[in-house]
């Protein structure tokens, strides 16, 4: 089944695919910034039936020499086969397309990201901090966020000694 | 003299009424609140101690019982319920995470709650076990037997 999904997907998309593993349930393809919502809206229909989006998160990989990566991991219910979907964004104002359109739940999953790492998701109908209040300063999750900056939104008194 | 009497301290009887009937306001974030409900309930039974009656707005409670981590995003939330409490009050820091932060030394999380606002008892544990929760509340009652009136205006 590996090699039938990765056979299927180089077939129907014969450049702009990386494909990174094929260990069979561990099937890891690179894609392009600007192809993935084709990709994504194709690996949802027929044949492969990927409905269900299980998580979506970002990697901060600038420590590696790399920028930021995308993460998708993908659910086929009628197959029972998983596949995850990796997107390579620069380092400097990382952007790429919503999928909010495509799946429920990548609205309030793209808007975790924007909030952690500071990628911007064009077309998203809601793009706002989910977790960190209004006024935080920064991504906390972001490798250069420094490790012990504060942001109090009470102003903090000295504790009794 | 026929019939007797006895005599006290107005402050003595004063403390003794207090530390008998703290009407209890539970803020709980996280899972310390297991801990407190386990407390609260028959098993080890707050209500022995004279704090068993809970309060879910802060203008009827005295004793506030802040349970579980608090994030900078609650803290406002948090000093509003204490502006909101009627003096006299009393406030135990329940668990590490209100303690001091405990392992969430991060951009996300208050380091204790007495950044915030005055605490009176400190309870430590991941989660404290119930008998450490009641051993604090013995202290707190010990405290304010002994308190004399103007001791909060005094501390702020």
Known sequence: MAEDLIRVLTGRFPSGLEVLSTAPGDEVVAVGADMLLDVMTWLKGQP????????????DERPLGRGFTMVYHL???SRNHRLRIKVFLPAESPAVRSLAGLWKNANWLEREVYDMFGVAFTGHP?????????????????????LRKRQPLVKERIPDA | MKGGFITTRFEHVLGWARKYSLFQYPFITACCGI??????????????????????????ADML???????????????????????????IAFG????????????????????IIPVDIYIP????????????????????????????????
């Open chain 2, 65 to 91: 019982l802040v349970v579980g981590t608090v994030t900078h995003k609650l803290a406002p939330v948090l000093k509003t319920v204490y502006d909101q409490m009627t003096e006299p009050k009393w406030v």
């Open chain 2, 35 to 60: 801990e407190y409900m386990s407390t609260a309930c028959a098993h080890y039974d707050l209500d022995r101690f004279g704090a068993g009656l809970t309060r879910f707005s802060p203008r009827q």
């Open chain 2, 96 to 115: 590490t995470c209100a303690v001091s932060g405990g392992i969430y030394n991060n951009y996300s999380c208050v380091q204790g709650i007495d950044r």
């Open chain 1, 48 to 59: 492969l039936d990927y409905v269900m989006l299980l998580d979506l998160t970002c990697v």
């Open chain 2, 125 to 156: 544990g991941c989660p404290p076990r119930p008998e450490s929760v009641l051993d604090g509340l013995i202290k707190l009652q010990e405290k304010i037997q002994n308190q004399r009136p103007e001791w909060r205006w005094q501390k702020t």
């Open chain 1, 126 to 146: 809601d793009l706002r901090r989910i977790l960190m209040y209004d006024g935080f300063e920064g991504h906390p999750l972001r490798k250069d966020y420094p």
């Open chain 1, 75 to 77: 659910q086929s219910l």
